[in-house]
């Protein structure tokens, strides 16, 4: 069974730090595209940080380019947003998914191209 889930969401104040996780189960993310995806209440789904399934380049939305940064960790089938300098507009329910093939700027403009999707995690960012 496949299973994508996501960790270590909570509440933060402006300018603070936060690690997301998310553990795979049923498939190897070293075969697979990742990302991470937020969605802000009212808005819709937008990527945020996703890696190429290939060749592991990078993709950053603009809004986080400098403050978050995706990475991996294939021994532990796990990846990992680091979020620093938080800021209000980063609240939003996180999401981990993953797609068996594709470029990671095509994907993160694009989340209908995942496959798996975990359930999401709570960041609430104070002011």
């Known amino acids: 069974e496949v299973q994508v889930v996501e960790s270590g969401g909570g509440l933060v104040q402006a300018g603070g730090s936060l690690r997301l996780s998310c553990a795979a189960s049923g498939f190897g993310f070293d075969d697979y595209a990742s990302g991470w995806f937020r969605q802000a209440p009212g808005k819709e789904r937008e990527g945020v940080a996703c890696i190429s399934s290939h060749d592991g380049t990078t993709y950053y939305a603009d809004s986080v380019k400098g403050r978050f940064t995706i990475s991996s960790d294939n021994h532990k089938n796990t990846r990992y947003l680091q979020m620093n300098n938080l800021k209000p507009e980063d609240t939003a329910v996180y999401y981990c998914?993953?797609?068996?093939?594709?470029?990671?700027?095509?994907?993160?403009?694009?989340?209908?191209?995942?496959?798996?999707w975990g359930k999401g995690t709570l960041v609430t960012v104070s002011s």
């Open positions: 998914a993953a797609a068996l093939y594709g470029d990671s700027d095509v994907l993160c403009p694009d989340p209908d191209g995942m496959d798996y």
